[in-house]
């Protein structure tokens, strides 16, 4: 039986960074049919994700993927040891949450029906997206992945962020100024750890429509 049990909704990108994690660390993950009133019970904002541990709750989503990659610093998900590297992991995955995720999400929610299509909102996200992208191209121009010469956490973080966006709004005229970008994620996301978790990803050929949104 699992030590780590996580509550969160089916199909959230928010545990893709998780449970991948886990992946790449050999630990087992316990995740039950989601139940909301036990997530809201467990977690101190009331929210999911959330993560019981033979030691007590984690919650966001961001701290229980560092937690999770923590737990074997020989596997170096967080690194190569050294502070620097931890603090670089970290730079990236601060700047996935503060600078791409919330783009991401005002331009394909959306389109999944979790929030409804604003015009203003939509082009901004898509121009916030854009200029995110923009950063990662131009560092992984001479980078193979995000932090040194393995995944780590930062990958990790920001490829699952990009998953939903990649497969259902950014098509292919969107995604050709980012070569390099697209070549670290169609890297990360056909290794077995990513697979394990997303199963392969088929890049969106034309940018699905939310009700409302006009041709």
Known sequence: MSSYTLHVPAGSFRAFKILIAAEY????????????????SLSPTGKAPVLETPSGV????QSIARFIARLRRDKGLSGNGSIVEEAAVDSWCDFCTNSLELPACVWWYPVAGYMPYQKA???????????????LNTHLENNKYLVNDQVTLADITVASALVYPLK???DEEFRKPYGHVMRWFNDCVGQDEFKAVIGSVTLCKKELQAPGQKQ
Do not use: Y
Request: proline share 3%.
């Open 121 to 135: 909102a939509n082009d901004k996200a898509r121009a916030d997206l854009a200029n995110a992208l923009s950063t």
């Open 58 to 61: 984690i919650f966001e989503s």
């Open 168 to 170: 259902l709004v950014c």
């Open 25 to 40: 660390n050999g630990i087992e993950i316990e995740l039950p049919e989601f139940n909301a009133t036990v997530a809201t």
